[in-house]
């Protein structure tokens, strides 16, 4: 199978939240990844415990989600790299 070289690649982009020009006020976002070639830009609070997405931006709308996204109970991966989903929270 190849690939469709029309297609562009999609690829995230982690990112500091302070360093976005979406944040704004929202100092609970401590974790933040851009999205591309459709840009759109998420911003999290990441604990040890969870990640609540907080803010969001595509489509030149700006979405503050006043009943976040969580996903509880959040389990690193054999290399400590990204969390994956155990528990559905509120989506």
Do not use: C
């Amino acid at each position: 199978m190849q690939a469709n070289a029309s297609v562009p690649d999609f690829t995230i982009t982690i990112a500091d939240p302070a360093q976005t020009p979406y944040v704004g006020s929202l100092s609970s976002a401590n974790y933040a990844y851009i999205e591309s070639p459709t840009l759109a830009y998420r911003y999290f609070d990441l604990s040890s415990t969870k990640i609540e997405r907080v803010r969001s931006w595509l489509n030149n709308t700006l979405n503050t989600h006043t009943h976040p996204q969580v996903y509880n109970n959040p389990v690193k991966d054999e290399l400590n790299l990204s969390f994956v989903q155990k528990e559905s929270g509120d989506l």
